[in-house]
């Protein structure tokens, strides 16, 4: 059985930093590309960055260019987002999910159970 | 970027209706186009890819259409565990993924 867990999620203040991770299982993690998203409160889902299989091609939204950093250890089967320079419009629930392509078409398959960043002094 | 847009924002419906959500985007597409539904609290979930291949396990009261920049969710005979928010997703262009700003769900 496919498994996404995010963990890390908690309060901080502006300016500061948190690292979430998602730890996958159920599958051959190196096979995937791995995607954050996030869900502020009351508001639709955002993208916020994309991962290869191997980690070679790394993609961000603008939102969070230069601020977060995607990264994932494939031994650990482990995803991880770094985040820098926190700001309250950063306040949401963050999923990882697992990208899943069929002959071209992509989508999020799997997706765990989100874990929530707030951003406040 | 390729902007999706859903309408309406929320609908109200009774157990048993047929309800359509729609769902424009800014540029074709071609059938690069996902569905997904998100109950309170919930993760999201995926219900239909391309336009219209229907996830294993999802009822056949859901189906989806659509080609080039309008597309429809369709649900044939509302049951309770349908009422939920869904979020219709753009693949074609990528990155950004881009969702439209979802259509909630609500019992009449």
């Known amino acids: 059985e496919v498994q996404l867990v995010e963990s890390g999620g908690g309060l901080v203040q502006p300016g500061g930093s948190l690292r979430l991770s998602c730890a996958a299982s159920?599958?051959?993690?190196?096979?995937?590309?791995m995607i954050w998203l996030r869900q502020a409160p009351g508001k639709g889902l955002e993208w916020v960055s994309y991962?290869?299989?191997?980690?070679?091609?790394?993609y961000y939204a603008d939102s969070v260019k230069g601020r977060f950093t995607i990264s994932r250890d494939n031994a650990k089967s482990s995803l991880y987002l770094r985040m820098n320079s926190l700001r309250a419009e950063d306040t949401a629930v963050y999923y990882c999910?697992?990208?899943?392509?069929?002959?071209?078409?992509?989508?999020?398959?799997?997706w765990g159970q989100g874990t929530l960043i707030t951003v406040s002094s | 970027d390729i902007q999706m847009t859903q309408s309406p924002s929320s609908l109200s419906a009774f157990v048993g209706d047929r309800v359509t959500i729609t769902c424009r985007a800014s540029?074709?597409?071609?059938?690069?186009l996902n569905w997904y539904q998100q109950t309170p609290g919930k993760a999201p979930k995926l219900l239909i890819s391309?336009?219209?291949d229907l996830q294993s396990g999802v009822p056949s009261r859901f189906s989806g259409s659509g080609s080039g920049t309008d597309f429809t969710l369709t649900i044939s005979s509302l049951q309770p565990e349908d009422f939920a928010t869904y979020y219709c997703?753009?693949?074609?262009?990528?990155?950004?993924?881009?969702f439209g700003q979802g259509t909630k769900l609500e019992i009449k």
């Open positions: 997703q753009q693949s074609y262009s990528t990155p950004p993924y881009t």
């Open positions: 991962i290869s299989g191997s980690g070679s091609a790394i």
């Open positions: 999910a697992r990208e899943w392509e069929d002959s071209g078409f992509e989508s999020f398959d799997y």
């Open positions: 540029q074709s597409i071609s059938n690069y």
């Open positions: 391309a336009a219209s």
């Open positions: 159920g599958f051959t993690f190196s096979n995937y590309e």
